[in-house]
């Protein structure tokens, strides 16, 4: 349960809010989901005991975040699907953007990601019987 704390109703609109854009997320190409989802269940932890519970359970969400929370690990699948929209993404911003110095803004910063991303250690495999 989460301690009472003076902010617990900032913790439990922030970790919906964050839910909500990692929602869109998921069809809105740019918007990142992973991040958003990760600070969802950090806000939970001290916001809503009800809504952690529920993200920990989750079968798409849950191990991405017990990966996260237990070694700051994100799985070789969500690495390759993150590059693959960053760099579709790009090309669309290429593509659309009324001037090159504002695509190439967004790409640098999504190339910062991307590299923050691929440094991160890969969750470690599960033990045979336990599949």
Do not use: N
Request: glycine share 6%; proline share 8%; with cysteine.
């Amino acid at each position: 349960m989460p301690r009472p704390t003076r902010f617990r109703w900032a913790w439990w609109l922030l970790a919906y809010a964050a839910l909500g854009l990692g929602v869109i997320g998921i069809v809105v190409p740019g918007l990142p989901t992973v991040p958003f989802v990760l600070l969802s269940a950090f806000a939970a932890a001290r916001g809503s005991e009800r809504l952690h519970r529920w993200l920990l359970a989750h079968r798409q969400f849950g191990p991405m975040i017990r990966d996260w929370q237990a070694h700051g690990a994100v799985s070789r699948r969500a690495k390759w699907l993150a590059t693959v929209m960053m760099s579709a993404c790009a090309v669309i911003m290429f593509l659309t953007a009324p001037k090159v110095w504002m695509a190439a803004t967004g790409t640098a910063i999504m190339a910062v990601v991307a590299t923050w991303l691929w440094r991160r250690p890969e969750p470690p495999a599960e033990p045979l019987s336990d599949r």
